[in-house]
């Protein structure tokens, strides 16, 4: 009789474990080389071509009237494997070989049985059939799985054991309706089935694990529906509370255990979520055991819009937003071109509506000090779109505490964040954010196109002191500021160190909170920072904010406040560069023009010392450099500044000394240089002197061999010196 040689369609793989797409197959009668026909059909009717071609699945239906021999080929008619007497009712018996150099021959259904798929264990895949228990036989037994294209309906599979899925194109998991009912937290300890569990309310992903140190794996093109219009969308109550219709869940039992946690995506879809799509818990700070998730070539999309702090529809302490993954305490995240995106509101979440987060990185339980410490990599090119929780309140009345999170997000407790390439448009919070005790922050390329803010390094309850941050490139287009934030959590606990390469911010930045603190770019309570190009065209306050720092380095600074090379901007309303206090700062290569209503530069708390150098200075209001301190040592040197209105004048010279080198005042200004009262001021080799002189205030020379020049009068001068042996000698010359 006519026989099938799997009894379904005959599938064929190559050497590499995959499918063997658009394979052919050779078929002979058995034992010799003279080609014979097989069919498509149980009747025997419809022959099939010779050799028979296998469809992108590496499958084709073959049926045979008797014995046969086979050789298999790929693509481009390289052998592949090449076995004899195939025959439907003899498989315990036939012999398969692969034909290569070495291999040995095996009973044909043990060959046959490696390939194993969901279908074998009943799953339907139509859409309709709820199959959770064809999948968990599959899970029970774990090994890898094929799943061929299909819809399969699922509540929720527990994985115990090690377990691969392999999924096809076409194939897609559905979550089941009315299944994300039970609320949780992340930060909670729970017992599940008589067991104590860290980090989950309940089984309710679609795929949990239901033990420690296993490795799960979606490959293929897997799909992950959330079905969010058959869902509840039952909104949490409680602090902390959030939906659980995850798609994959991983907690931890032991954290005892020493056996490492490997789970990976590859080509994954994300799609019509609630809570968000991957909930993992790692160790805590024992960091006996290692979780690493991997995400390569994954995309996000829509998850339900959150709801926001002090609501009283939803009545939680914090309120809460979607994640689209989380990670608690010892996990490794790392991902390959990722993309998040939010579009059901355009980057315009209403009132009392919140976009949800593309990554999470936070700690377990109530205190982060206790936390393993996540490390976050994202690696290739990240794309996002209107994502990230806004600080507004439900009713958007005010900012409130604790209600923003990022689009990326570490929070409380993580060891360090890398971000290769980063671009975002409409987001409506932090787009890369580290609220912190973070180790190493670095963020070699972002793009931000109309985001609500950038980057942001801020306090921490660990302290800072550990921080090293690196930004390399930044572009932002009509953002909010600040574009960049580096915090510190005090003067005694600072960032350690912070480098930005080029930031360019153009486009008009609105400052939607009118926060007097913020700037384009903002650095406060930091031992090192170098920003080594920074451009800024047009911005509502101050571009540049240096705030207790101990050491600064800014060079090719140009900020010009009309964003004139951009189009119609409004004019920078505050100072270009606000320097508080800090130790010593060196503003050097700069071109400042168009500030509108404040001096370009200024100086507040007394800083220690002040370099500011190789620079031009046009279009701004009172001073060009307003040196308003006591005991700073202020040094200004190859300046030129011109068209400076109200007041106009150019250096305002304060502080413990100031002196003002080879510096150039243009016909626009009235006073070049003003000295603060009290304030010991040396000028020479500049435009408005006509000798090269050294002026001050002081009496008498300070050291040996110092000369002082003072102008008594319009035609009095007096020249005092102190020699060597510390007299004081003096003329005084009448100047006709």
Known sequence: MPMMIEGAKARFFGLDGLPLAGGKVH????????????YNSRDLTVPNTWPVVLDSAGKADIYLEGPARFRVLDRFDVLIEETDWIRGDDQDTIKFALATTGA??????????????VRDMGAKGDGLTDDTAAFQKCADLGGFWQVPPGIYKLTSVTMDRDVTWYCHKGSLFLRAPNTDVVQGSSWSINTIDGQTVYGVAANTAMFATAADGLTVRFLGLPVFDGNKAAQPMVGPTGKFAEPNGWAFAHSVRD??????????????IFQNG?????????????????????????????TIAGTGKDDPNTPTELGWSS?????????????????????????????????????????????????????????????????????????????????????????GNAESLHVQDFHGQKNESNSIRAKANIKRFTVLSATFDQCYTGINVSPAPGGMNEAIVRIDSVVSYAGVVPIISVVGNSTSDKVASCTIGSVFAGASPINVEGNALDAVVHVRNCSRLAIQSCGIYGAPGRALIINEVLRADVGALVVNGTGAQLGTMPALSGEAVMLYGGGSIMIRSFDIRNVSGAPAINLANDPAFVTVRDGYISGCQDY??????????????????????????????????????????????????????????????????????????????????????????????QIRVRGSDGVIRSTTLTLS
């Open 255 to 268: 954290l005892d255990s020493t056996t490492d946690v490997y789970i990976h995506f590859e080509n994954a």
């Open 624 to 717: 060009a450099i307003f040196g308003n301190a006591t005991d700073t040592r202020f040094f200004i040197e190859n300046v030129k500044f011109d068209t400076i209105s109200g007041f106009s004048r150019g250096v305002y010279a304060g502080g413990a000394s100031c002196s003002v080198y080879d510096c150039h005042s243009g016909a626009a200004v009235t006073t070049p240089l003003y000295p603060k009262a009290g304030t010991r001021v040396i000028a020479s080799g500049n435009s408005w002197e006509p000798l090269d002189a050294v002026t001050t205030t002081a009496d008498d020379p300070a050291r040996n061999g110092q000369m002082t020049v003072n102008l008594l009068s319009d035609t009095s001068l």
């Open 104 to 117: 040995v021959s095996r009973n044909i259904r043990d060959k046959i049985t490696e390939i194993r798929s």
């Open 274 to 302: 609630t809570a968000g799509y991957i909930r993992v818990r790692g160790c805590n700070n024992t960091r006996n055991h290692k979780t690493r998730l991997i995400l390569n070539d994954c995309r996000m999309f829509d």
């Open 27 to 38: 078929i002979y009668a058995a034992g010799t080389t003279t080609p014979i026909t097989s």
């Open 323 to 411: 994640d689209y993954i989380q990670i608690l305490d010892y996990v490794l995240l790392t991902t390959y071109n990722l993309e998040g995106e939010y579009r059901e509101y355009n980057g315009a979440t209403p009132t009392g509506k919140y976009a949800p987060v593309l990554c999470r990185a936070t700690f377990y339980g109530s205190d982060p000090l206790t936390s393993g410490e996540c490390s976050v990599a994202f690696y290739g090119k990240t794309r996002t779109f209107g994502m990230g929780r806004k600080n507004a309140r439900f009713d958007d009345s005010a900012t409130s505490g604790n209600n923003g999170i990022g689009v990326i997000d570490c929070y």
